[in-house]
């Protein structure tokens, strides 16, 4: 039975909720060395390597469409409680990837997890970009008026995400080498 027709079970379950874990830790490591740089994405651009380890793991086990959703969107509904933009911005990533994701047959492949990475970390650059410019006026809203530098930004990030996925991709065939994952 192919892995995209299997029901999620409790072990599915608890290593997506790791996953999420390691990418939560990332963002407490690396955010708060971005705070005082007012330019938009530079947190993602950041994050997106370490996060994008544990990004690729998780799409490596679980292999199906709603893998990201599973991780990307408990971490979304945790961080709903420190901040809706945060939530809202984590949110409209998820669904951007997992939209296009779907038709690619889910996460099985280095090529679909590469995707699913570069596709996340620059749907979440300009989803961060637009909500913050939403949420607070005028100043992100003249970083966001100026296309081309979210466009740099928005590559930027799908090009450090593509680095979570290659170090990712690493652990991934170190664990199979262990006979520790099953991807």
Do not use: C
Not at 6 to 20: C, E, G, I, K, P
Not at 25 to 38: C, E, K
Not at 68 to 92: D, N, P, Y
């Amino acid at each position: 039975m192919a892995k995209s027709s299997q029901s999620w079970q409790l072990r599915d379950y608890v290593f997506a909720a790791f996953m999420t874990i390691g990418i939560a830790v990332a963002s407490v490591i690396t955010v708060p060395l971005t705070l005082s740089i007012p330019l938009p994405g530079i947190r993602t651009v950041v994050w997106a390597p370490f996060a994008g380890i544990f990004l690729t793991l998780g799409m490596a086990r679980l292999q199906r469409s709603g893998s990201v959703a599973l991780m990307i969107g408990v971490l979304a509904l945790v961080l709903s409680r420190i901040s809706w933009i945060i939530a809202a911005f984590l949110v409209v990533a998820l669904l951007v990837t997992e939209g296009v994701m779907v038709f690619r047959g889910g996460f099985y492949g280095k090529t679909n997890r590469l995707l699913g990475n570069v596709l996340f970390f620059s749907s979440a650059t300009v989803a961060g970009a637009l909500v913050g410019a939403y949420a607070a006026g005028d100043f992100f809203a003249a970083w966001v008026g100026q296309v081309w530098v979210m466009i740099l930004m928005t590559v930027v990030s799908g090009f450090a995400g593509a680095i979570g996925w290659w170090l990712g991709e690493r652990v991934v065939q170190q664990l199979q080498r262990a006979g520790k994952l099953d991807a």
